[in-house]
């Protein structure tokens, strides 16, 4: 099968796609490849971007700051350019020499987006730090990178790594944001010429480190990915040809996007990178709490989301439960299912085994478009008509709904070692229920057991070794082994269908997934987070958690007064709803490898408990261990 992309673009914009190369095993789909559509970086660096659209497009708005008074500040190319030389002047003028790890412990505020590519225009690597990170943590990071600079959003996580300094050496240097540091950094670098950030910068090529990113991890310490500026630019600049619908518009509609998820992790700060590269104005916002960031979406007003799953899951159960308390319960859950029917028969058509939505189904989405579907699109800023998911698998019925409501989504797979997404949803191709085909550039093989392994250059060439020379690879073969398990269809769409050390072998020898009924459950509206055990086990059993927000709309509608998770664990009533979940969830799976018992937790999982990683993935080991006694009970006769 011929694997190219044609030349000229459609569907305002998007490039018309030719089907990858597939290669077979004994029939079976074994490896998918699509050839990069951007040109190869062979020269420059991350550090360019803001000066060469500084150059290209000085007055355009390439970024928005909130101001002290809650209002939007759009910065312009020239802005963004001016501010970014005078703190890499700074960061010089303080003695940080090319190479210098410097560590940024902050939210997602316009802040990070500037250190970036300040740091980088000084010769320096960053090195993220989640703001939420313990004290040991942050230490462990900041001692194993050799980071020479820590950069605070809050006094308090400065002073709460006092008594650590002793043991971090090579920190030289401490600057928190609130306190005005960075203004007083810049006002430093004044005499610094120019023209020794030019310098700086033309020492940096595709090959030098951009930055080190610990992952969360869900056991042990975290390691460093060590990702290059070259890494980044081939993500980005395939991403951007490939997303046409996303980061180009025919139209005169200016591109926007508001970034919330962490810029600690590597999907969020490859996004913002593709912003700055795309020159689509990109804002920050710190809080992920719900009202917060309602009102934020629509000050805002982006075109396209960053999100995860579990948001787009909430937004969806939260338009249910508003629908249901106005009455309107029965008319939103026929406008779900015509949503649903609309996105499926789309996705036929595109295909081309359907002949896409026929006049009845296209009257009914007209119809519940201004009584359900606008309002969707309202909470998020009104402008919305594109959303990249990614970090879990989203599930066909939730993308359908999302599509026939108005609004296209990209699912995505990817890893900090990948320097973001490997695979996406091509534009004009979907196929719902899978992560895509490979990322442009992107090899993807799946080995005799299973586990995705990955090809190409935005795949990391190894973690962080302060022992060994700086790198330790991390593939001989030019393969990197994901630890992710999955399966390629016949067209070349990749599915996820777990993590290879969290397969459970039940007693009987069952290989069994946890990750389908996971997710499945995690999206009902009374069920917050869930995990499946079984591992040497007779039989398959969930520990769940309760989303009390959507709990407590269950009982205000039953007539009863909101109580204490602790208190539900065993309402009988409560039970029978989850129950039937469970046996829906059921249905993906074979009876061996079916939920037969749960519990209901009285607390909630969550980051500060230690049970969920920054980007809300499970820690199996610890919750095991936490609950221990719970486990125990599921298989007491």
């Not at 390439?62 to 101001?67: G, M, N, P, W, Y």
């Not at 970034?259 to 920050?284: D, N, Q, W, Y």
């Not at 962080?464 to 399966?487: E, K, L, N, Q, Y």
Request: hydrophobic share 40%; proline share 6%; glycine share 10%.
């Amino acid at each position: 099968m011929s694997l190219s992309y044609l030349s000229g673009h459609d569907y305002d914009g998007a490039p018309v796609l030719v089907a990858p190369e597939i290669r077979r095993l004994d029939g079976e789909v074994r490896e998918v490849s699509v050839p990069p559509i951007a040109p190869p970086v062979t020269h420059g660096s991350l550090a360019d971007l803001p000066f060469d659209n500084a150059d290209a497009a000085p007055e355009h708005q390439v970024l928005s700051r909130r101001t002290e008074d809650g209002h939007w500040e759009h910065v312009t190319a020239v802005q963004f350019a001016e501010q970014v030389l005078a703190l890499a002047k700074g960061m010089i003028a303080e003695g940080l020499a090319p190479g210098d790890r410097i560590a940024v412990m902050a939210r997602t505020i316009y802040e990070w987006t500037l250190l970036d590519f300040a740091a980088w225009a000084a010769g320096l690597v960053t090195v993220p730090i989640y703001p939420t990170s313990s004290v040991f943590q942050t230490r462990w990071i900041l001692q194993d990178s050799g980071a020479v600079a820590l950069v605070t959003e809050h006094a308090s996580q400065a002073a709460a790594l006092g008594p650590e300094l002793s043991r971090l050496p090579d920190l030289s240097h401490v600057w928190i944001i609130e306190k005005g540091h960075l203004e007083r950094l810049a006002e430093l670098g004044q005499p610094v010429p120019d023209q020794e950030v030019d310098v700086r910068r033309g020492m940096l090529g595709p090959g030098a480190l951009a930055t080190v990113v610990y992952t969360s991890g869900t056991t042990g310490r975290p390691k460093g990915c060590v990702l290059t500026h070259g890494n980044f630019l081939a993500e980005v600049d395939n991403a951007i040809e490939l997303l046409h619908p996303v980061f180009r518009s025919k139209s005169s509609d200016e591109l926007a996007t508001l970034l919330f998820l962490p810029m600690s992790h590597v999907f969020g700060r490859m996004v913002a990178i593709a912003c700055v590269r795309a020159r689509v104005r990109l804002g920050h916002v710190p809080s992920l709490q719900a009202e917060s960031l309602v009102a934020e979406l629509g000050a805002f007003r982006p075109t396209f989301l960053l999100c995860i799953p579990y948001m787009l899951e909430k937004v969806f159960n939260s338009a249910r439960a508003k629908a249901e308390s106005g009455g309107r319960a029965t008319a939103f859950d026929r406008a779900v299912n015509v949503a649903v029917r609309y996105g499926e028969a789309m996705e036929a058509r595109l295909a081309g085994t359907g002949s896409g939505p026929g006049t009845t189904l296209k009257a009914a989405r007209s119809f519940y478009d201004s009584l359900i579907y606008r309002r969707i699109r309202n909470a998020m800023g009104g402008r919305v008509r594109h959303i990249i998911s990614g970090g879990s698998p989203l599930g066909r019925r939730l993308a359908a709904f999302y599509a026939g409501a108005g609004m296209e989504i990209y699912e995505g797979y990817g890893l900090t070692e990948s320097t973001g997404a490997a695979t996406v949803t091509p534009p004009l191709k979907p196929r719902l229920d899978t992560v895509g085909w490979p990322l442009p550039g992107t090899k993807v093989r799946i080995a005799a057991d299973g586990e995705i392994l990955l090809s190409g250059e935005h795949v990391f060439r190894g973690y962080w070794d302060p022992h060994g020379g700086g790198v330790s690879p991390a593939s001989a073969d030019g393969w990197f082994p994901t630890g992710d398990i999955g399966r390629l269809d016949d067209e070349g769409y990749l599915t996820i269908t777990g993590r290879k050390k969290e397969i459970l072998i039940t007693a009987g020898g069952k290989n069994v997934a946890p990750a389908p009924l996971e997710n499945w459950l995690r999206s009902h509206p009374l069920i917050s987070q869930c995990i499946v055990l079984g591992d040497r086990r007779p039989y398959i059993s969930a520990l769940i958690t309760l989303d009390m927000g959507g709990v407590s709309h269950w009982r205000r509608m039953n007539g009863k007064h909101p109580v204490p998770a602790e208190l539900l664990v065993d309402d009988d009533e409560l039970r029978g709803i989850l129950q039937r979940a469970v046996d829906e969830a059921n249905k993906l799976v074979s009876r061996p490898e079916s939920i037969r018992r749960f519990t209901v937790l009285p607390t909630d999982f969550s980051e500060e408990t230690g049970h969920l990683t920054p980007s809300m993935k499970l820690r199996r080991e610890t919750v095991l261990k936490d609950f221990a006694q719970e486990v125990e009970g599921l298989y007491e006769r």
